[in-house]
């Protein structure tokens, strides 16, 4: 079955500094991902998304994604972390079947100032 | 920007009690989906619904769930007997398209609290 796993379940950076959430990838052929982003009280919101194609994915609120096939990984990076990016990241494969996401167990961002 | 809207934003409620919880769909989208998160848990898949019917349901969509498009906005979910462990989160998403290509757009979220 598909899956996602995220390894880091709460990273806290400082704010101005760089970020990289880790999400791996067990899919059994080119898998489609994504990155969901869930601020507090807020809907889940698709920050970006991979096909096929550039590996590298540019998304909204200056998130960017890369596909690694060869390390199963598709992790979100960010060079600049703003104090509102704290929420909570969840990286989504589908799921058996085509109609639905598997989300992994979200990592959790807090900004330091 | 359209949006899904999901009400209401909490609900507390007994054991054994029905529970409805209610979704608006963005307007032109034809694919409806429930959601979960279990409090410290991951989002779960519960459902989809498309031409007025299910078209996949997870193992934890049981007979005590059932949803419903009584109308052409909204979209409902019912539990009928509620269990202390559906306390969740329920994440309501709607699609323009089928399949992974198609972006889910998911609502605030209905809290509920079973006591």
């Known amino acids: 079955a598909q899956s996602v796993t995220q390894p880091d379940i709460h990273i806290t950076v400082s704010e101005g500094a760089s970020l990289e959430l880790r999400c791996n990838y067990s899919y059994g052929a080119t898998p489609y991902l994504f990155w969901y982003v869930q601020s507090p009280g807020q809907g889940l919101q698709l920050l970006l998304k991979y096909f096929s194609g550039d590996t590298l994915v540019q998304g909204i609120k200056g998130f960017e994604a890369e596909f690694k096939r060869s390390q199963s990984s598709f992790n979100l990076r960010k060079p600049s972390v703003h104090w509102s990016d704290a929420a909570e990241y969840f990286c989504a494969v589908p799921g058996n079947a085509g109609n639905m996401l598997t989300f992994g167990g979200g990592t959790r961002l807090m900004v330091k100032p | ?115």
Not at chain 2, 32 to 47: A, H, M, N, T
Request: with cysteine; aromatic share 14%.
């Open chain 2, 1 to 115: 920007e359209p949006e899904v809207t999901q009400t209401p934003s909490h609900q507390v409620t007994q054991m054994g009690q029905e529970v409805i919880l209610r979704c608006v769909p963005i307007s032109n989208h034809l694919y409806f989906y429930w959601y979960r998160q279990i409090l410290g848990q991951k989002v779960e898949f519960l459902v989809s619904f498309y031409n007025n019917e299910i078209s996949e349901k997870s193992e934890i969509f049981d007979d005590q769930f059932s949803v419903e498009r009584p109308d052409g906005s909204n979209f409902t979910l019912k539990i009928r007997s509620t269990k202390l462990e559906d306390s969740a989160m329920y994440f309501c998403a709607s699609s323009e398209a089928q399949g992974a290509t198609g972006e889910l757009f998911f609502g605030e979220g209905s809290r509920l609290t079973v006591l």
